[in-house]
C-alpha cells in the first residue's frame, strides 16, 4: 500500500438530468433532503446543480445543463435525459494519483484549481465513468463545510454506504481504479471508499447502476417510511439498509453489495 495515498473518501454521488434543479427538487422531497446548494465554479463551463448533504460527510448531487449548448447534452441524449453519471472521491495526494493515471494511459477530462484545491477529472471512456480525484489533504476537510444549513434532522437517509458500477470487464477496472488512487483491493471487484463500498459488476457500457444508502434513525425504525423510498433516483437503482447492515456491506465476508437487489418497496423518484 502507498503511504502517500491509503485513503479515499466518496464525497459526491452525482446525477444528471436535462432539468436538474427540477430533478434535484423530485430528490429532495422523496428523500426528506435539503433543497441544496449550487457549486459556484459550474455556471463557467455551462452547468448548473445542486448539493444536498446525505449525513456528515457525503452528498447526493443532481447535475444538469445551463444551456442548449452544453456539452452535457449530448451524454443526457445517449442515456435516455438522466441517469448517474459521476462520482467525487477525495485524496489526500492528487498529483500522485495523476501521474500513475498518465503512467496508465488514462487521460484527464480535467485538471485545475477549485476554491484553493487542485482537482482532476479522469475520462470516462478509460474509468468506466467519470472520476472526479479532489486534493484535499486533511481528511476531516471538505469544500462545503462551511456551507449552511446541513443535513435536515428528519431526513429519511443519511449515508451513502455502496454504489455499483458496470462495465465490460470488473476485474479490470477496480485493479484500475486501485492502481490510480493507490488503494488496496477489498476483493477483486470491490473498493473501500472510507465506509462506502465500490462495487465493479459486469455491463456492455461503462454506467453508473445502484446504490445502497443508509435508513437514518427515524427510517429504519418506521415501516411505514421506509416502504414509501423510491426504488430509483433519476434512473440510478436505489435500496436502502439499516445502520447495522450498512457497517457490515463493507466487509470482504458480507457478499453480494445491497445496492444490486434494485430496492425495496415505493415508486421511482424522476
Given at each position: 500500500?502507498?503511504?502517500?495515498?491509503r485513503?479515499?473518501?466518496?464525497?459526491h454521488?452525482v446525477?444528471?438530468a436535462s432539468?436538474?434543479?427540477?430533478?434535484?427538487g423530485?430528490?429532495?422531497?422523496?428523500?426528506?433532503l435539503?433543497?441544496g446548494?449550487g457549486?459556484?465554479?459550474?455556471a463557467?463551463?455551462?452547468?448548473i446543480?445542486?448539493?444536498?448533504?446525505?449525513?456528515?460527510?457525503?452528498?447526493?448531487e443532481v447535475v444538469?445543463?445551463?444551456?442548449?449548448g452544453?456539452?452535457i447534452?449530448?451524454?443526457?441524449?445517449r442515456?435516455?435525459g438522466?441517469?448517474?453519471?459521476?462520482?467525487?472521491?477525495?485524496?489526500?495526494?492528487?498529483?500522485?494519483?495523476r501521474?500513475?493515471a498518465?503512467?496508465r494511459g488514462?487521460?484527464?477530462a480535467?485538471?485545475?484549481?477549485?476554491?484553493?484545491y487542485?482537482?482532476?477529472?479522469?475520462?470516462?471512456a478509460?474509468?468506466?465513468?467519470?472520476?472526479?480525484?479532489?486534493?484535499?489533504?486533511d481528511r476531516?476537510?471538505?469544500?462545503?463545510?462551511?456551507?449552511?444549513?446541513?443535513?435536515?434532522?428528519?431526513?429519511?437517509?443519511?449515508d451513502?454506504?455502496?454504489?455499483?458500477?458496470?462495465v465490460?470487464?470488473?476485474?479490470?477496472?477496480?485493479?484500475?481504479?486501485?492502481?490510480?488512487?493507490?488503494?488496496?483491493?477489498?476483493?477483486?471487484?470491490?473498493?473501500?471508499?472510507s465506509?462506502c463500498?465500490i462495487?465493479f459488476?459486469?455491463?456492455p457500457?461503462?454506467?453508473?447502476l445502484a446504490?445502497?444508502?443508509?435508513?437514518?434513525?427515524?427510517?429504519?425504525?418506521?415501516a411505514?417510511a421506509s416502504?414509501?423510498?423510491?426504488?430509483?433516483?433519476?434512473?440510478l437503482?436505489?435500496?436502502?439498509?439499516?445502520?447495522?447492515?450498512?457497517?457490515?456491506a463493507v466487509?470482504?465476508?458480507?457478499?453480494?453489495?445491497?445496492?444490486?437487489?434494485?430496492?425495496?418497496?415505493?415508486?421511482?423518484?424522476?
Open positions: 500500500m502507498r503511504a502517500e495515498s485513503w479515499a473518501v466518496l464525497r454521488l446525477l444528471a432539468d436538474a434543479l427540477a430533478a434535484s423530485r430528490v429532495a422531497a422523496a428523500l426528506r435539503p433543497e446548494f457549486d459556484p465554479e459550474l463557467a463551463i455551462g452547468l446543480d445542486r448539493n444536498m448533504p446525505v449525513g456528515g460527510q457525503r452528498y447526493l444538469g445543463p445551463l444551456g442548449p452544453s456539452y447534452n449530448r451524454w443526457l441524449g442515456v435516455g438522466q441517469g448517474g453519471y459521476c462520482l467525487s472521491v477525495q485524496v489526500p495526494d492528487v498529483a500522485a494519483c501521474q500513475r498518465l503512467e488514462v487521460r484527464l480535467a485538471d485545475q484549481e477549485v476554491l484553493g487542485r482537482i482532476i477529472q479522469l475520462h470516462p478509460d474509468m468506466g465513468v467519470l472520476l472526479e480525484l479532489d486534493g484535499i489533504p476531516g476537510r471538505w469544500f462545503w463545510d462551511d456551507i449552511t444549513p446541513g443535513p435536515r434532522p428528519d431526513a429519511l437517509i443519511d451513502i454506504t455502496a454504489v455499483t458500477v458496470g465490460p470487464d470488473p476485474e479490470a477496472a477496480a485493479a484500475l481504479w486501485a492502481d490510480v488512487i493507490g488503494l488496496e483491493l477489498v476483493t477483486p471487484t470491490r473498493l473501500d471508499f465506509g463500498v462495487e459488476t459486469g455491463h457500457r461503462g454506467q453508473l446504490a445502497t444508502f443508509r435508513l437514518a434513525g427515524q427510517a429504519s425504525a418506521s411505514s416502504a414509501d423510498l423510491p426504488t430509483s433516483l433519476l434512473g437503482r436505489t435500496a436502502y439498509a439499516a445502520a447495522d447492515a450498512a457497517e457490515r466487509a470482504p465476508s458480507s457478499g453480494a453489495v445491497t445496492s444490486e437487489d434494485g430496492g425495496q418497496g415505493g415508486t421511482s423518484s424522476g
